[in-house]
Every structure is written in C-alpha cells, then in structure tokens.
C-alpha cells in the first residue's frame, strides 16, 4: 500500500466516497479511518482488491532545505575555457603494432645488454628520416657522446638536401664520426645495442663505419 499525505488520502477519500455514492454504495467506515491513520488495520475488501495506482506525493515544505536567496538555486557557473599553452594534458601519439614489437623486441635485449665506464652501450635508433647514435654509461646513467644525421658536422659531409639524411652512406658516416669520439675519448671498446631493429640497412652501416673507426664490439 503506497503511503500517502494528509492531503492526498483526503482527496483519495472524497474521490472514493462520490464514486461509491454514485453507484448506490457507502464506503465502510473502516476504510474511512485506516485512509486517514485512526486505524492500522485495512477493511478486507482492500486486501483482494487491485493495487492502487501509485498517485505522487505532493511535495511538503521540510521535504527540501529552505533557500535563503534566489542565488541559492541558479545552476553554478561554467568553468572558463581551457588554454591549450597552460595545460598540463600532453598529447601521446599512438604506438603502431610494428613499433610495439619493436620496443618488446628491444625490451629484450636491453634485459641482457648494459653500458659499463669501461665497456659503454653504442644505442642506435632509425626513424623514416633520421639516425642517432648515443655512447650510454648505464651504470651511472650518463650519455658519453652522441651524434646523427642532425649534426651540423655530418651535414657539412652528407648535404643538407632533406633525402639524404635517410640514406645508408649517411648511417656510415654517423658512425665514423662516434668512432672517431670514442676513441678520442679513449674509449675502444663496447657493446652494441641496435634497438630492437633488424641488423641491417643504416643499422649496420653504423657499426661497421665505427669499427673501421677503430671501436671493438
């Protein structure tokens, strides 16, 4: 039995009592006191009757708390816009299936490959247009030396036309050029980390310009 207000079993019962009276019938009395809360227990007609339709509860006053203004009830203001040059949301771009097997594959092999000061890591990295190579002392988290295509003195050398940083002659050149600062640097030997790429190409072009260099690895 849905529970009702003061005012909602009062017009209920009015409602009741002129549709019986319609029809030639009174309302017993006992359905009048349980409708208006003098009786807990409901006449027996009301038990095999049809549910009642469940009429909304008007809504009293101490249902919501009371608004001392009409600023209580305007919606919040909107926040400001965001600057893109303030915000602190860094774009990431999305990893390719073939650059996810890549960096598992190079995952692997740096399991098994660390930098030393007496024996550094010689780290090649490809990408569509450029090659870098770093001289990496792992174990006191420091780069030695490092050079690529970008480089002003591997320009001078290749050109500065863009197709020709992407060529093999220009990883060859890389490579006799960290050959040549490792080995002013004193530092002739090494281990060699190609990245997780395929040894071939630019990559091997790098290692075999740095041992021609003078490097051991």
């Known amino acids: 039995m849905p529970v009702f207000s003061s005012h909602a079993a009062r017009s209920w019962l009015v409602n009741t009592h002129a549709s019986t009276a319609s029809r030639g019938r009174v309302a017993p009395a006992s359905h009048s006191a349980f409708m208006l809360g003098l009786s807990t227990e409901g006449p027996r007609w009301l038990a095999h009757a049809r549910p009642a339709l469940d009429i909304p509860r ?68 490809r990408s569509n247009q450029h090659t870098y190579v770093q001289v990496i002392d792992d174990e006191n988290q420091t780069t030695l030396c490092a050079v690529g295509t970008m480089s002003p003195k591997i320009k001078e050398v290749i050109g500065t036309e863009e197709w020709k940083t ?48 003078g490097m051991e690895f």
């Open 58 to 125: 008007p809504i009293e006053p101490h249902d919501s708390p009371p608004h001392d203004s009409d600023s209580d009830i305007r919606p919040p203001p909107l926040s400001p816009p965001i600057d893109p040059a303030t915000s602190s949301t860094q774009v990431v771009a999305k990893v390719t299936p073939k650059e996810a097997r890549r960096q598992k594959r190079h995952t692997k092999i740096r399991s098994k490959l660390s930098g030393t000061p007496d024996r550094p890591r010689i780290s090649v990295y």
């Open 166 to 213: 992407k060529t093999v002659a220009a990883a060859s050149e890389v490579g006799k050029a960290l050959g040549a600062m490792c080995v002013e640097k004193g530092i002739k030997k090494a281990v060699f980390d190609r990245g997780g790429f395929v040894y071939h190409g630019r990559v091997k072009a790098v290692a075999e310009a740095a041992r021609e260099a």
